[in-house]
């Protein structure tokens, strides 16, 4: 049969939008949960102003450093990806830049992300899978559905599950801040894309 | 603050293994249920006799169609990427192909997952995001865990918030060939990489 087969992409690869570098570049030094949060949300809210994605930003750092390892952006609709969260970006980035399947090894320091959102069942299961020891969570689930975006099977358990694992879960890191972005993405007319 | 920020990644890429293409190009056409599931379950054989990763192997087709759109392997280890699971790289790859965020179109015809494994939290959540409408599976999770891999936090409302989506889902086809793929995987010493 050979020849016949149509051809299969075989490789593939992403980007963050131009904006983010020279964004990051201006950055203060990050010292507690909040400022690490409102990186995050800061990068869901100029996310939508760029018109680059969806209202959700995610950021990897290692504990006590005051730089991120790496951040993520919606980039569904912008790259034709859904699987491009900006939790599953950031935590793919974080791998990348330290050159590690899990970023839980006694050679690395712990790593935590911080999300402006609660996550989605995917982004639920990439937490785990990263090897991050925290995740901290902006605005609720409930926020996202308001303005149409569903979060998928994840239930109390999910959390529960986590935290078997040893992955400390912190709720309602500047909630609010992060949930007004969701009120600017639906003023702006964004694409709520679930498939 | 500007210059004294350590750099973060902003783009990364990935690409299948090299004995892909080849052996695709070798495959018959795929009629039944069957047929598609033995080539994701040829897939994960390989993946681990070739030792370019865990032994886990997803198909994406078009309902009908004799050749997938898509095809993916994980690449945990290879790649150093935990997110880099069979059925997300297949779906990220079946999205690229058609450069749609999500398969579930009018414009398209439906499109199937088949993986060799029951899906693991953050792969349950993609296959959710990715707009097909059936994902058909090979070895129980039970199957998994005997050789050590997790699959985190799913449960059976999992399953049944697919379905809610419309989203049918199939167990054990071939179950017994994709199983018989994690006993060679431990015999030959895989590295078994939950974070």
């Not at 750092?61 to 859904?82: E, Q, T």
């Not at 879960?169 to 679930?194: H, I, R, T």
Request: net charge negative; aromatic share 8%.
């Amino acid at each position: 049969m050979k020849g016949s087969i149509p051809t299969v992409p075989l490789k593939m690869s992403f980007a963050l939008p131009d904006w983010v570098a020279p964004f990051l570049a201006d950055q203060p030094p990050a010292a507690t949960d909040d400022d690490r949060m409102r990186l995050a949300v800061e990068l869901s809210r100029l996310n939508v102003e760029r018109g680059t994605g969806g209202p959700f930003g995610a950021v990897v750092f290692a504990k006590g450093a005051p730089y991120p390892v790496s951040v993520g952006l919606n980039s569904v609709v912008r790259l034709k990806n859904s699987a491009l969260h900006a939790e599953v970006t950031a935590l793919m980035l974080a791998e990348k830049a330290l050159q590690t399947f899990t970023l839980n090894l006694p050679t690395l320091p712990v790593h935590e992300i911080y999300t402006s959102c609660e996550p989605c069942a995917m982004c639920l299961g990439a937490i785990l899978w990263s090897g991050v020891r925290k995740v901290a969570c902006g605005a609720g689930r409930d926020a996202a559905h308001g303005i149409g975006f569903d979060e998928g099977p994840v239930f109390p358990e999910s959390y529960k599950y986590l935290e078997s694992k040893g992955i400390e879960v912190q709720f309602g890191v500047l909630g609010a801040e992060a949930a007004a972005v969701f009120d600017l993405y639906k003023k702006l007319s964004g694409l709520v894309y679930n498939g």
